[in-house]
């Protein structure tokens, strides 16, 4: 009897991980930025490195650093590839911070949000310091994720900033920052507003 459950066992995670990975992405491993993250059942986000050679997008520069980041929607039940977006800034590789969900318009779907941020030099007469934050915001429209401008302006961008001797910080750097101001209620007034 024991030896029959294991076998069960077994069965299933060969079972799950078949259906886990039956979805035939062909994606280039050397421009992936970390690995695809699942949505739904037939969706996937995942992001691309892309050269500025537009001839040769695969290039890279003499430092490895000169590409933008394409943001990618792979769907396997059309088994089909779309571009949602693409981040630059200034010629120099981003980092995607992080990549979360959450129902920010309470539409009972959940935006896919991503944190992306580059590295600023310091400024001593803009006193600009630490990192240039952007943080993006996409809705599903029908199968196809699309850019949320509404809910992407309010968060919009920013950087740390010395202001006559006193800090000043970009409020929206993690995940947990964006959850909490979801909460607030300057943000559920602002979404009304949108709803009137």
């Known amino acids: 009897m024991n030896m029959m459950k294991k076998l069960f066992v077994l069965f299933f995670l060969l079972t799950a991980s078949i259906c886990t990975y039956s979805c035939d992405m062909q994606i280039k491993q050397s421009l992936l930025i970390d690995k695809p993250l699942k949505i739904d059942n037939n969706n996937y986000v995942y992001f691309y490195k892309v050269g500025l050679d537009s001839v040769r997008p695969e290039f890279f520069g003499d430092y490895g650093d000169e590409f933008e980041i394409n943001v990618m929607q792979f769907n396997c039940e059309e088994n089909k590839e779309n571009n949602i977006d693409k981040y630059g800034y200034m010629a120099v ?8 969900f959450n129902d920010a318009d309470s539409d009972g779907k ?13 400024d001593p007469v803009e006193g ?5 934050y952007e943080v993006h915001v996409y809705s599903f ?10 809910l992407q302006k309010y ?10 001797g006193k800090l000043i910080k970009y409020p929206y750097k993690t995940a947990a920052d964006v959850r909490k101001e979801l909460k607030s209620k300057k943000y559920n007034k602002w979404l009304l507003s949108l709803k009137k």
């Open 93 to 100: 590789a981003g980092e995607i911070k992080t990549v979360f």
């Open 141 to 150: 429209h029908g199968d196809k994720l699309e850019s949320n401008d509404s």
């Open 155 to 164: 968060f919009s961008f920013g950087i740390d900033k010395m202001k006559n």
């Open 110 to 122: 959940k935006e896919v949000f991503v944190i992306a941020a580059w590295p600023v030099n310091t």
């Open 128 to 132: 600009n310091v630490g990192e240039y």
